[in-house]
């Protein structure tokens, strides 16, 4: 396939080698407006916007990829295998399902589960662990201690279902899981597949623990810490 691409409609060369993956496009536009220097909207098809700009003097881009694992697997595959691009890091927003992980904390994923059935498209003989770089985690960990930012790291899971009929998201926990988002275990699928690197780093917003939340414009523009990591390992 050439470019433009079904689903994005900038040229090639349009899109750094990095790029931050937000879920909400208003938080592309904020990272753009706010941390990238002469930021260029590059994708506005579906209101799913990226940018490309500089930081620190390193070309840097910043797309959204939509809600669940069907739509970041979409972006992130053309991401991949159209425009070049060799660093996706996820910057969202998760469910803690640990005590000790507190709102507006910060959490990586070196592993996704999933209840989803993305990885059977893979035709494999046994159950794929989807797990991130561990190039982008080690240096993104590095970042997280020098800034002082308190941070866990391990096993997310990644729901297909935000509304679970089932009410079963607090049995993951009992596995040492650490929280729920909805596109982390595609993200890592779909680096796996393209021989690329990928990284999750989400912000706490609610506590299935505590039942506490944040609001959605806190979602939006209040998430500083995960922003400025994954731009300093960009």
């Not at 500089?54 to 159209?82: D, N, Q, R, W």
């Not at 992980?101 to 989807?130: H, W, Y």
Request: hydrophobic share 40%.
């Amino acid at each position: 396939m050439s470019t433009p691409t079904p689903h994005i409609a900038a040229g090639k060369g349009d899109f750094a080698k990095t790029v931050l993956m937000p879920g909400d496009p208003l938080r592309a536009k904020f990272v753009a407006d706010n941390y990238l220097e002469n930021a260029v909207l590059v994708n506005p098809v579906r209101g799913v916007n990226g940018y490309t700009g500089t930081y620190k003097g390193k070309k840097v881009s910043v797309m959204a990829s939509g809600m669940g694992m069907p739509s970041i697997g979409i972006y992130s595959y053309e991401l991949y295998h159209f425009y070049d691009v060799d660093n996706i890091i996820r910057i969202g927003t998760a469910g803690s399902m640990h005590k000790d992980l507190k709102i507006r904390d910060v959490a990586f994923a070196m592993g996704a589960c999933t209840n989803s059935a993305f990885a059977s498209q893979f035709e494999l003989p046994g159950t794929f662990a989807p797990i991130a770089s561990y190039e982008l985690l080690s240096k993104a960990i590095k970042v997280t201690e020098e800034m002082g930012i308190h941070y866990m790291a391990g096993n997310f899971l990644s729901s297909d279902t935000f509304y679970d009929d089932s009410q079963g998201t607090m049995k993951w926990a009992k596995m040492g899981v650490l929280c729920v988002e909805m596109e982390a275990a595609a993200l890592y699928m779909n680096a796996a597949r393209a021989g690329k690197n990928a990284l999750a780093i989400c912000t706490i917003s609610d506590s299935i623990v505590t039942g506490e939340a944040t609001t959605a414009e806190e979602r939006q523009e209040s998430f500083h810490d995960m922003m400025k990591i994954a731009l300093e390992i960009a």
